[in-house]
């Protein structure tokens, strides 16, 4: 959102004569267009889950010795959802993953790194996104 700020530095410009009135009121008619953009992307964010609503679920297994990707695996949110739910009802305790907390994390928009594990036995870094 615009500042009132802002829109008085506009009309200072104009005040000194470092822009005619009319190039400032398309300066002031373009943050009112800004604000209304925002204000639609707000809503859509309410609508959406979040303003970072989470889009993929992306899991990277990197050799720690080598520093290769062994896995990099990115599928689309809603199609890991889906098949979560229809895990949780035949297997409904998978060791170290709460399913409910997990997509209570995607409803609320939450995005970013949700696993960092090194498992030394392997030699790998397991990393899983929320993105």
Partial sequence: MTTSEER??????????????????????????????????????????????????????????????????RLPISVVMAGAKMGARFSPEVEGLDIQQLMKMVESGTTGKIVDVFDDQDGEHVEVFIE
Avoid at 34 to 62: H, L, N, Q, Y
């Fill in 8 to 73: 008085m530095k506009i009309l200072n410009m104009i005040q000194e004569g470092k822009i005619s009135a009319e190039e400032g009121m398309q300066l002031l008619n373009a943050l009112d267009q800004v604000d209304r953009k925002a204000a639609k992307a707000e809503k859509a964010d309410k609508v959406s889950g979040g303003p970072a609503a989470a889009r993929f679920f992306r899991v990277m297994v990197t050799d720690v010795d080598s520093g290769k990707t062994r896995v990099n695996v």
